[in-house]
């Protein structure tokens, strides 16, 4: 499979070129048998699979999308800067159990972070044979590092050139560097079927037999893609096969049916793989397709598709983040194009997620009854999954039923947990298919697993929604005004979990006249964290009101925390400012230094002393220093919420919010506040919360 780079310009082109010779080089250097390259994407978090080389993209579709933070070897390779080596399938699964289960095959790879300086631009990786019990070699580690960076330099020269080296489009095909095999007058004798694949997927050679038993010609065969020809090979359980063929380089022997027609004949089929690609033999098999023993390799997959969907369900904490998952996970294993979930509320069934339908077909069973009749209604009210095997029989046993297609399987599974009915859950396939036994038995169990994880999600949620309107409560509704100083307050939930954390922010008037300015960041998340940082809040307000300096406030509040949650920590940083002159004395416990905007544009990190995180150290002391904010300036406070990102270092970051604030217009203070939150702290999966308070003097 071949695709264009992302783009299409001549930048791109020069990436996909750059891409190309480095994947070849690093497979031929490492005696690989596979290889290719991710890229980050346009998307903030998401790298995705640039290019492949040794493998068929399709048959590894699953995984041309990762996000750095998903427990993958590509992405804790991008997220910490370091190698990742696995020599073999017991290493792998040990480290990574969740990319095995996707690919329980006995192979070694090795994983490259490819970096220039700061840029951080993706990962090399490299597919070669197992080595069990013998660790990858200083040669080999040193080969692949210099590899890496080899490409790191060419796509440093590109970005220096103004190409952004993104990478948005579908994994480019680079040939792979072995010519596949050729086939002489011997085999066409051969009452067997023999083809010949190279690694890319596509058929170089077909006897007259492998015409004959598959119904479509040699001639028709060559030079085209081997699941193009032949679609009923595209199974997703034959794609296992595939896949550890590659993969093991073991034999792989399976029995599958020639489409959907029962009258067809059932075919064994046997892959050997090979460095060039893989030969594959067909002949008529004794038994009826799926009746067949399939080679270890080949079996190997079949159970491990319910541990992947386990797997990837238990780190889902939302309705969505589950059904995202499902979507992953479930209907590439069998297959399908569509889903659909439908929750239980109030004896109505509620669509909460679709993919792959038409545009607002499922609009009308939004919010049915659980007395109508309709297979997703009545899944769940009986308890049983029904499978039809087209559209045909659908609308028989269902007459009047509107479709949203003329051909076509559907299957509706019950979504029962401990008992209890969540919902519904719809695949759809694009083409007439029929379920076997052990493809229903899998699924119904898969139903309930997945209905497990949307009743924790439920309850979960409920939870966070009761954590966050504590904190609500918490944090201040409104500022004070003064004629002298404007403050903006902004709060916004990690959006990757549902776990509100400890992160607040206050302005206190003192009985001096003087403005107290306050940020802090309690450890942890939840309820516990909010408690915390409310009891926290109304200790600095106290103790502020008190007439006390920055240095004792926080060294009370230091020994608060101590006495009331012993082992709870929390950052702080507290500023004391007279409105009149902008004089203001500032204590930092464990806290990000602020930010100081002057009056001409210039931004700044300040280097305000400071002691230890709350909670640790009852006798910690907190020095104080000295600042001014003159007329027109902006300072900044905030929590490291705002300037982490996964895989990044921190002062990367600040250096990013620190340019922002100098960019930014002081005047609005409430749009310099969302223009630093949007542009620094959008990630669409933010671990972390953040919290951030701007103060200007006029």
Known sequence: MTARPGGGGPASDATGRVLARATVAAVRALGGRAG???LRSGTEGLLRMAAVTGLPAALFRPWWRIQVNRPYPVAEAFRTGQAVHLPDGETAVRRFPQLMAGLPYPFGSLYEPVGAGAQRFGVLLVVRPATPGVPV?????????????????????????????????????????????????AVDRLPQGVLSVDRQGVVGFANAAAGELTGVPAARLEGRGLWESLPWLGHSAYEDHFRAAFLSGEPVFFDVRRGADVEHRALA????????????????????????????????????????????????MTARQVSAVVTEELLPAFGGRQLAIYLLDERHLHLAWETGFPQGFLDRFDGVSLDVRLPGVETLTSGRPLFFESMQHLASAYPGIPLDADVGARAFLPLIASGRPVGSCILGFDAPRGFSQEERTVLTALAG????????????????????????????????????????????????????????????????????????????????AAATMGQLRSAVRAFAIGGNTPAQVVQGTNRLLIDLDPGQFASCCYVLLDPASGRATAARAGHPQPLLRRADGRAEVLDLA?????????????????????????????????????????????????????????????????????????????????????????
């Open 449 to 528: 697993l997945i209905a497990q994880a949307l009743a924790r999600a439920r309850r979960y949620e409920s939870e966070a929604a009761l954590a966050r309107g504590l904190q609500a409560a918490l944090l201040p509704h409104r500022l004070p005004v003064t004629g002298r100083v404007a403050t903006v307050g902004r709060y916004l939930p990690g959006s990757a979990g549902m776990d509100v954390g400890g992160d607040w922010y206050d302005v206190i008037e003192t009985a001096s006249g003087r403005l107290a300015l306050v940020i802090g960041d309690v450890q942890g998340h939840g309820v516990a």
């Open 610 to 698: 400071g002691g230890v995180v709350l909670g640790v150290d009852p006798g910690a002391t907190y020095p104080e220093t000295e600042l001014v904010l003159e007329p027109g300036a902006v300072l900044a406070l905030y929590t490291d919420g705002l300037v982490e990102v996964p895989g990044a270092d921190i002062d990367e970051g600040v250096e990013r919010l620190r340019s922002a604030l100098a960019q930014a217009s002081p005047a609005p203070l409430t749009e310099a506040a969302d223009r630093l939150v949007a542009e620094t702290g959008g990630q669409a999966d933010r671990p972390d919360d953040i919290a951030l308070l701007l103060a200007s003097r006029s």
């Open 269 to 316: 089929v046997g892959l050997y793989a090979a460095p060039a690609g893989l030969t594959v033999t067909l002949e008529a098999a004794e038994r009826p397709a799926g009746d067949g023993v399939a080679s270890p390799a080949g079996r190997a997959s079949a159970p491990y598709r319910p541990v992947a969907l386990a797997i990837a369900l238990t780190e889902a």
């Open 36 to 38: 290719g390259v991710y």
């Open 137 to 185: 070699g200083a040669d080999d580690r040193g080969r692949m590092r210099e590899a890496a960076d080899g490409l790191a330099r060419e796509l440093a020269g590109l970005a220096a050139a103004g190409d952004p080296v993104r990478w948005d489009a579908d994994p480019l095909g680079v040939p792979w560097p072995v010519p596949a095999g050729g086939a002489g007058e």
